[in-house]
């Protein structure tokens, strides 16, 4: 057995994925109050599109910055069910929400104005979660405003949806200036991300990227790369995927690669030793607009694109 498999086995640092279709349970849900006027989001995506359409005292955001991974308290689901909408990203990004008692009426589900065939599913991967039995899943990659022209499609459903939802909203000229200051600011950015892209795309020059979970699918059609997604290890608690390993460890002594492994999330030093010195792979940190500099989700991720350019253009 090579030192690659052997240190995933060993669970000296497992590697988490991005996202995951299944997971604990959510807290129950809580009994109806008045209804506030405002929107509450539970994600930075979802904050960033209905900003564009919201002034901030009408914006409301609870959780974590990532909501994949967390579960909303009973202070948060009580925000969550008096708001006068909910703004979710959808495409599973919020699996919590299928537990919270969401009131349907007011609840916008993001992804559901996209078309199907622009989404993109994940494989179905062997797994467990804790000591429960293992079992397997597909799902949808549900880093949508990662792609452009979803991330537009979906700031323009939101603006119609969320138009007229908050009684009495402020309707003078300084409001409307102050919204298309907002959307030309986000078009600069966007347009800088598309940049971005199309930088990672020209370095690439069709050569296949790895990356250690799920959330990297748009970036990589984009810049029209495929993808090599290797889940060593779904949870803290699970059981290593050996065969997420081995199968990395093949792909890697092919030609075509890009020569770089993705982290979605910080890198574990002893996996990035050896996937370096074993199987040639230089470990990049990307975590799709969560962190690192600038200013707005976007800018982080663009910044994150650039960096990803440069490593594989070191290559």
């Known amino acids: 057995m090579s030192r690659f498999r052997a240190l995933v086995i060993s669970s000296l640092a497992p590697v988490l994925p991005l996202l995951t279709g299944c997971g604990a349970e959510a807290p129950a849900g809580q009994a109806r109050a008045s209804i506030r006027d405002v929107v509450t989001v539970a994600s930075a995506p979802a904050e960033l599109i209905a900003s564009l359409t919201l002034r901030p005292e009408n914006l409301q955001r609870v959780g974590d910055e990532w909501s994949a991974k967390w579960s909303p308290t009973d202070e ?10 909910v703004v979710l990203m959808g495409a599973e990004f919020e699996p919590w929400a299928q537990r919270a008692g969401l ?58 949806l969320l138009a007229g939802a908050i009684p ?15 959307r030309l600011a986000m078009e600069d950015q966007l347009t800088d991300y598309e940049a971005a892209l199309e930088e990672l795309k020209a370095a690439l020059a ?79 940190a990307f975590d799709l607009g969560r962190g690192g500099p600038g200013a707005t989700v976007m ?17």
Do not use: C
């Open 168 to 182: 009495n909203a402020d309707d003078s000229a300084a409001a409307a200036d102050a919204a298309v200051a907002k």
């Open 206 to 284: 069709g050569r296949k990227l790895f990356a250690t979970g799920h959330g990297l699918e748009y970036v990589a059609r984009a810049a029209e790369a495929p993808l090599h997604v290797a889940l060593l290890e779904i949870d803290s608690n699970g059981t290593p995927n050996d065969h997420a390993a081995a199968l990395l460890e093949a792909a890697a002594t092919e030609p075509g690669h890009a020569g770089v492994l993705v982290w979605h999330g910080p890198i574990d030093p002893a996996f990035a030793e050896i996937a370096s010195g074993d199987l040639g792979l230089t470990s990049v």
């Open 103 to 160: 009131p349907p009426s007011r609840t916008l589900k993001l992804s559901e104005g996209l078309s199907a065939s622009e989404l993109i599913s994940t494989a179905t991967v062997t797994h467990t979660h804790g000591k429960g039995p293992a079992h397997n899943h597909g799902g949808m990659v549900p880093t949508t405003w990662t792609d452009p022209a979803l991330l537009r499609a979906m700031i323009h459903g939101a603006g119609e």
């Open 76 to 85: 948060d689901l009580a925000a969550l069910v008096t708001a006068r909408r």
């Open 299 to 315: 800018t982080r991720l663009s910044a994150g694109v650039r960096a990803l350019t440069s490593a594989v253009s070191g290559q």
